[in-house]
């Protein structure tokens, strides 16, 4: 269903709709652990930028940052609706934000939810990104909307940008670029 593999090499981690992440060890390809929690299909799967912390999150409304040493959940952020979507976690591992019918940003080290905002002309989100210096997220609509939040200055979300295009998937660069890819014109 969703994959990713650890920034630092050493584990690939694979959600699937029986609500199971498995981690593997990539070099062997064995089976290193699974994590069991999560009551329903697991949309994505995204390590933290040490490696050793884990974010999933699932069509059980629930945010789950695992701590891959011990399998535990070491944070659980509930969200409002099942249709959750767009997992990023914040370059330096101090954020993660998804959306579930609203943004929703959480400090992984306190625990709690820091913005919980509604995004205008967005139904869906694709994706949502963290900008490289951690200030900005940028939420991509599966409509194309491209919407932007400060999250120390207003955090009042602004559209950036608007595709005439559904899209099909997007990438931040580290260069700090967005490529978004939409369906091919017929």
């Known amino acids: 269903w969703c994959s990713t593999f650890a920034p630092q090499g050493g584990y690939f981690a694979l959600g699937s709709d029986d609500r199971i992440i498995r981690l593997y060890d990539?070099?062997?390809q064995k089976l290193s652990r699974s994590l069991i929690g999560h009551t329903e299909r697991i949309e994505s799967v995204l390590f933290h930028p040490n490696c050793s912390l884990l974010g999933s999150l699932s069509y059980d409304a629930a945010l789950r940052i695992w701590?891959?040493?011990?399998?535990?959940?070491?944070?659980?952020?509930?969200?409002?609706?099942?249709?959750?979507?767009?997992?990023?976690?914040?370059?330096?591992?101090?954020y993660a934000a998804f959306f579930d019918g609203r943004?929703?940003?959480c400090d992984i080290g306190k625990g709690e939810f820091?913005?919980?905002?509604?995004?205008?002309?967005?139904k869906s989100v694709e994706s949502t990104y963290f900008s490289a210096d951690t200030n900005y997220v940028y939420a991509v609509g599966s409509e194309g909307t491209i919407m932007c939040i400060n999250l120390f200055d207003n955090q009042t979300p602004t559209e950036i940008y608007r595709l005439d295009s559904n899209v099909v998937s997007s990438r931040f660069l580290k260069?700090?670029?967005?490529?978004?890819?939409t369906p091919a014109e017929t």
């Open 26 to 28: 990539a070099p062997t």
């Open 67 to 94: 701590d891959i040493r011990s399998g535990e959940t070491c944070r659980l952020f509930l969200g409002e609706a099942c249709n959750n979507s767009g997992l990023s976690i914040s370059p330096n591992g101090q």
């Open 175 to 181: 260069s700090g670029d967005l490529v978004i890819v």
């Open 103 to 105: 943004l929703k940003i």
């Open 114 to 122: 820091i913005i919980d905002t509604q995004l205008d002309n967005i």
